[in-house]
């Protein structure tokens, strides 16, 4: 698959080896792209999965290991200057990126009864505000005449309900909204964005009574994989993609809720 040679590839929200933001590390320096991560293991450390800390360097030592340059930095990202950090750091190590894929969430259970201002401005800070200020950021000091690209993960928001997740469902809503208008404004610049839904994926959080009520609902019989969705970006990032733009894609196996 074509590629920009010596492609250099921002990820957001690697903490976990079992996580899609990592697969998606894997499968990109597999096809030759420089990696730059970031992750933040106290968000890790508060959920049900937990981390372990030495994660996000045995994923380096991995990566390093498929002979492409990789760094990679701990950001909390719901800070006022993340973006700047960010980007300055992975222009010093490696290079100005061609390649943003906006992994990093923020995710609580709560719903009408319980949300408050404080969880939801978490919520906002991760998912919407970093988000978009570090696409802003990205492509205002992007040069090149094309090839740039950016990729948000998203959750299927419009699919269907999500109970239980009011502050995430809407966040992550707005992704959507963002990812249409700024595909419009970038697509002079030559960068292409678009949203992936992965669908139920299991990336260490599914319980055993999860994976057997979900695993009727995917016609292939499996749920889905962090590799899934990996591969997807991988192809979206290519040369082959560069006339899809502004698509929130369903690749979720078929997932019939």
Request: glycine share 8%.
């Amino acid at each position: 698959m074509n590629q920009i040679i010596g492609g250099i590839a921002i990820v957001t929200g690697v903490s976990r080896l079992k996580g899609i933001g990592a697969a998606i590390c894997k499968e990109l320096a597999e096809a030759g792209y420089h990696i730059f991560f970031t992750y933040w293991t106290d968000y890790d450390k508060k959920m049900p999965w937990s981390i372990d800390l030495n994660e996000p360097m045995i994923l380096k030592e991995e990566l390093i290991k498929k002979g492409v340059k990789v760094s990679s930095m701990e950001l909390d990202l719901t800070q006022y200057d993340a973006p700047e950090q960010l980007l300055s750091r992975v222009s010093e190590q490696l290079g100005y990126p061609d390649i943003l894929i906006n992994n990093a969430a923020y995710s609580t259970n709560n719903d009408f009864s319980n949300i408050t201002g404080e969880e939801l401005d978490k919520h906002y800070m991760v998912n919407v505000r970093a988000t978009t200020l570090l696409s802003s950021k990205f492509a205002q000091k992007f040069d090149k005449k094309s090839g740039g690209r950016i990729v948000n993960i998203t959750s299927g928001q419009f699919q269907g309900p999500m109970p239980g997740e009011l502050a995430y469902a809407t966040t992550k809503g707005a992704v959507d909204a963002l990812t249409i208008t700024l595909s419009a404004e970038l697509a002079p610049l030559g960068i292409t964005v678009n949203a992936i839904n992965p669908g139920p994926t299991d990336t260490g959080w599914m319980t055993e009574e999860i994976k057997s009520e979900l695993t009727p609902m995917f016609p292939f019989g499996r749920i889905g994989e962090p590799k899934d969705v990996a591969k997807m970006i991988k192809f979206l990032v290519s040369d082959e993609a560069d006339w899809i733009t502004g698509q929130i894609i369903h690749s979720e196996g078929g997932f019939k809720r």
